[in-house]
């Protein structure tokens, strides 16, 4: 659960956190109903010792999937020009 004053610094932590879980092979979940529910209901700030302006900017579900891809989808060529 990312948890922050500022939503953007927020974001690109939890992106940061999602590439870093993805390069050890872990598989990430963006869970926007938890933070909604974090964000709405009083009891379970208190219980995650969330101060009155924190705010959840999203919560990352993280953990070993049970399926593993031989191969990713086929992507078209970049069109990269080089100045």
Do not use: C, W
């Not at 927020?10 to 109903?33: C, D, H, P, R």
């Amino acid at each position: 659960m990312i948890a922050t004053k500022d939503k953007i610094s927020g974001s690109l932590a939890a992106s940061n956190m999602a590439l870093i879980a993805e390069s050890y092979g872990l598989g990430v979940l963006f869970s926007g109903y938890f933070s909604d529910v974090a964000n709405n209901l009083t009891k379970l700030k208190k219980l995650l010792s969330l101060k009155h302006r924190d705010h959840v900017i999203t919560t990352l579900v993280i953990g070993y999937p049970d399926v593993k891809y031989r191969r990713t989808a086929q992507k078209e060529t970049a069109n990269v020009r080089y100045l």
